[in-house]
């Protein structure tokens, strides 16, 4: 079975300060992709990385930095410099099963001005 | 590209009255799809998802719904609604790996805001 783990639920963090986000997942799969989405007040989920079981490469896009670490089954995110407009609540997911996706419970991140 | 329509965007409904949101996506062939509640500051939950037209596999028991009738449209329906089906629906599309044993992101529609009365 897949399960995904997002132990933050909550996270409020002053606008400036670096952020981290984190996942654990678990499977028994060798190949599966790991994802993060942000959904932001308006509620419309927005893909943001995906990562496959077999690239250990770390990605930067701009603020956004992603740890994926196999040997602690973890797929980190960092949100640098945070702004306001960061909030929102970030899902991080697994694929094992081309038939569905298995979604962590979210964190909310809030970003105070 | 690729685009996911989803309506209404909002909907109140009496107890015990029927359901149908729809789902369309353009732009692309034999997408998986997925339906979604999500209730107020909880996580998503997974209700139905289809591999293909009339392929619909269910998530959770409950009164629900899916039905996929042509390759680029999902719907879910109830026959009565009850208030426990209060909540926010998405709809999403992802495509398979080739060799199809896993899938890519999954893309969602803007949701539609239930409230059973």
């Known amino acids: 079975a897949q399960k995904v783990t997002q132990a933050q639920t909550e996270i409020s963090v002053v606008e400036k300060e670096d952020v981290t986000l984190d996942c654990v997942y678990e499977?028994?799969?060798?190949?599966?992709?790991l994802f993060w989405y942000k959904q932001p007040p308006s509620g419309e989920l927005v893909f943001l990385i995906r990562r496959n079981s077999f690239d250990e490469q770390n990605e930067i896009s701009g603020r956004y930095s992603w740890n994926f670490q196999k040997s602690t089954s973890s797929f980190n995110f960092t949100i640098t410099a945070s702004q306001v407009v960061d909030s929102a609540v970030y899902f991080c997911?697994?694929?094992?099963?081309?038939?569905?996706?298995?979604f962590g419970d979210g964190t909310t991140l809030t970003v105070k001005p | 590209s690729q685009t996911i329509h989803q309506w209404p965007a909002t909907l109140v409904q009496p107890v015990g009255s029927p359901l149908s949101l729809e789902c369309t996506v353009e732009g692309t062939s034999n997408p998986n799809l997925y339906w979604y509640r999500q209730a107020a500051g909880r996580g998503l939950q997974l209700l139905f998802y289809s591999v293909g037209i009339g392929q619909i596999s269910s998530e959770v028991p409950q009164n629900l719904s899916a039905s996929r009738p042509q390759d680029r449209q999902f719907i879910l329906s109830s026959k009565k609604l009850l208030l426990s089906d209060s909540g926010f629906y998405l709809c999403?599309?992802?495509?398979?790996?080739?060799?199809?044993?896993?899938?890519?992101?999954?893309?969602f529609g803007p949701g539609t805001r239930l409230t059973v009365t």
């Open positions: 997911a697994l694929n094992t099963n081309a038939g569905k996706s298995t």
């Open positions: 499977t028994r799969d060798t190949t599966y992709y």
């Open positions: 999403a599309w992802s495509q398979v790996v080739r060799g199809g044993r896993v899938s890519y992101e999954q893309y």
